[in-house]
T-cell receptor, first 113, second 114 residues
Framework: DQQVKQNSPSLSVQEGRISILNCDYTNSMFDYFLWYKKYPAEGPTFLIS?????DKNEDGRFTVFLNKSAKHLSLHIVPSQPGDSAVYFCAASSTSGTYKYIFGTGTRLKVLA | EAQVTQNPRYLITVTGKKLTVTCSQN?????MSWYRQDPGLGLRQIYYSMNVEVTDKGDVPEGYKVSRKEKRNFPLILESPSPNQTSLYFCASSLSFDRVGGYTFGSGTRLTVV
């Protein structure tokens, strides 16, 4: 059972436009969420996080939105740049759960110049 | 430079031949973990360690062993590899199971078992 789902395996966006990557989760106990970015032949790198006490967190061009009632989070990248082309993973964890993050399957973003 | 180092980066081996993938971090992190990445399945946790001599199973531990004799090292051992363990493996660490900032990942080990 996939507790964290990224239903779009890929996404193409024109440079300068907004990229929106989506993530859904099923476990209502999840209270902390992260986004990672992964380039080919490299390990994932941390991008941005959000706690369930917030509904938005912003860091430069990256904003994560959390809708707890819908069990949905999204990552917005504005403006998108060719260097943003990568695979993006969302991950979730629970304060009362085991010591791990559950990762989604990833979305491959391609930003077209 | 603060980093997690995995070796080897690429490995092709035969079924049943024991192998070890090493992982070392230079950040004095307490928490370390192994993940495997497979198409359509994302990153799945194999084992994790909260500190020296403290390890526990993740979601897919079958066929793997780990040890944590020193804080900096967390090797992944495949006693008798099988083709279904062909995958991309990542080691990760963090100061504790501290949610801020998540993990630092290594660059990955691509393992092929034939």
């Amino acid at each position: 059972d996939q507790q964290v789902k990224q239903n779009s395996p890929s996404l193409s966006v024109q440079e300068g436009r907004i990229s929106i990557l989506n993530c859904d989760y099923t476990n209502s106990m999840f209270d902390y969420f992260l986004w990672y970015k992964k380039y080919p032949a490299e390990g994932p790198t941390f991008l941005i996080s959000i706690s369930s006490i917030k509904d938005k967190n912003e860091d430069g061009r990256f904003t994560v939105f959390l809708n707890k009632s819908a069990k949905h989070l999204s990552l917005h990248i504005v403006p998108s740049q060719p260097g943003d082309s990568a695979v993006y993973f969302c991950a979730a964890s629970s304060t009362s759960g085991t010591y791990k993050y559950i990762f989604g399957t990833g979305t491959r973003l391609k930003v077209l110049a | 430079e603060a980093q997690v180092t995995q070796n080897p980066r690429y490995l092709i081996t035969v079924t049943g031949k024991k192998l070890t993938v090493t992982c070392s971090q230079n950040m004095n992190h307490e928490y370390m973990s192994w993940y495997r990445q497979d198409p359509g399945l994302g990153l799945r946790q194999i084992y994790y360690s909260m500190n020296v001599e403290v390890t526990d199973k993740g979601d897919v531990p079958e066929g793997y062993k780990v040890s944590r004799k020193e804080k900096r090292n967390f090797p992944l051992i495949l006693e008798s590899p099988s083709p279904n363990q062909t995958s991309l493996y990542f080691c990760a660490s963090s100061l504790s199971f501290d949610r801020v900032g998540g993990y630092t990942f290594g660059s990955g080990t691509r393992l092929t078992v034939v």
